[in-house]
């Protein structure tokens, strides 16, 4: 049996571009195999929940688990991880903050389900048939997913030792923590794998940005021709840089588009939304309220835009309830 490091990967609810983001190493991802052994990655290569139950705990060196949890299956496969990994690494956006996912904590259960099933344009449903989680015939019975009440975030249904930021995240900080997890010279448990400085710090813009701001209308991105060495900010986009953790390489900001803050943010900010929110609101021109008004009607969606990738880590979040096992709500506090 090989002494490798044994690395498991799990895809909960994204999109799946974490798990493209392990192939964007390139030819770098050959130095991964050859120093690690990789026991557990069923969207890549043939492996069974069964083959993880049957391993011992703790024998899983690390597992990489990105996405938010939405489903049981994807909170029995995050427990199941836990036990029998020694490091769990939240990766990506929707394991660290829910991600996209989380938006949708914005609804009840019931008027999602609702929509999808009977009320959405394109279904055609009239006896408002829905999933059922269990079926029985003929003696064999089948079983699916629950959907669960609202979109969590990993740490929200078990402990996470280290945070990977992104949507998705690059390649650097993948290798970074592999590294890291190969020398055995891990950081203070609870780190975000990232620097803990703003976005602004490395814009490439930076000396570009008015010491004041005075924004006197909010634009989005397809209204205007971006210039592309000013600023986003000056030019009235809602640019979420000054509030969102660096370490992106800014490449929506070289892509001449504004960060719209997928790597979260830094350890001195308590709610992402809030505080970009505060940003803005503080550069703008106006001074009474129908002009305040009129300048943020550049910003139609204020939850989509500030909790783009943090709904389930915001203060906002259900009334500050966080949903754990079997869909019991438990409070912040309890």
């Known amino acids: 049996m090989s002494n490798k490091p044994k690395i498991a990967f799990y895809w909960c609810a994204?999109?799946?571009?974490?798990?493209?983001?392990?192939?964007?190493?390139?030819?770098g991802i050959l130095d991964v195999?050859?120093?690690?052994?990789?026991?557990?990655?069923?969207?890549?290569?043939?492996?069974?929940?069964k083959d993880v139950e049957a391993m011992p705990d703790g024998s899983i060196t690390a597992s990489l688990i990105n996405g938010a949890v939405r489903t049981s299956e994807q909170e029995e496969m995050a427990h199941l991880l836990r036990q029998k990994s020694q490091v769990v690494i939240a990766y990506g956006s929707c394991a660290h903050t829910g991600g996209i996912p989380s938006l949708t904590n914005q609804f009840a259960k019931e008027d999602i389900l609702k929509y999808v099933y009977e009320d959405s344009p394109t279904t055609v449903n009239p006896n408002k048939t829905r999933p059922m989680t269990e079926y029985s015939d003929n003696n064999q019975t089948v079983t699916i997913p629950e959907?669960?009440?609202?979109?969590?975030?990993?740490?929200?249904?078990?402990?996470?030792?280290?945070?990977?930021?992104?949507?998705?995240?690059?390649?650097?900080?993948?290798?970074?923590?592999?590294?890291?997890?190969?020398?055995?010279?891990?950081?203070p448990k609870?780190?975000?794998?990232?620097?803990?400085?703003?976005?602004?710090q490395e814009c490439p813009r930076l000396d570009s940005k008015p010491q004041d701001l005075a924004i006197q209308e909010f634009v989005r991105p397809h209204?205007?021709?971006?210039?592309?060495?000013?600023?986003?900010?000056?030019?009235?986009?809602?640019?979420?840089?000054?509030?969102?953790?660096?370490?992106?390489?800014?490449?929506?900001?070289?892509?001449?588009?504004?960060?719209?803050?997928?790597?979260?943010?830094?350890s001195r900010v308590i709610d992402h939304g809030a505080k970009i929110a505060s940003a803005l609101a503080s550069s703008v021109e106006a001074k009474e309220e129908d002009k305040i008004e009129k300048s943020?009607?550049?910003?139609?969606?204020?939850?989509?835009?500030?909790?783009?990738?943090?709904?389930?880590?915001?203060?906002?979040r259900m009334n500050n309830q966080i949903p754990r096992d079997n869909n019991q709500i438990i409070t912040k506090e309890q």
């Open 14 to 27: 994204s999109c799946g571009g974490c798990e493209e983001s392990v192939v964007d190493l390139a030819e």
């Open 33 to 49: 195999v050859k120093a690690v052994d990789i026991v557990f990655w069923p969207v890549a290569l043939d492996f069974k929940k």
């Open 147 to 187: 959907f669960r009440n609202v979109v969590r975030t990993l740490d929200q249904v078990v402990d996470v030792d280290y945070y990977i930021p992104g949507c998705a995240p690059t390649p650097g900080l993948l290798k970074t923590a592999v590294d890291a997890l190969l020398s055995s010279q891990l950081p």
């Open 190 to 200: 609870g780190t975000v794998i990232a620097p803990d400085t703003a976005l602004c």
């Open 223 to 266: 209204q205007i021709k971006i210039d592309p060495a000013l600023c986003l900010l000056a030019q009235g986009l809602a640019c979420m840089g000054p509030a969102t953790r660096g370490g992106c390489e800014a490449r929506c900001i070289n892509g001449n588009m504004p960060c719209t803050g997928c790597f979260g943010p830094t």
């Open 296 to 316: 943020l009607e550049g910003i139609p969606d204020p939850v989509g835009t500030f909790y783009r990738y943090g709904l389930a880590k915001s203060l906002l």
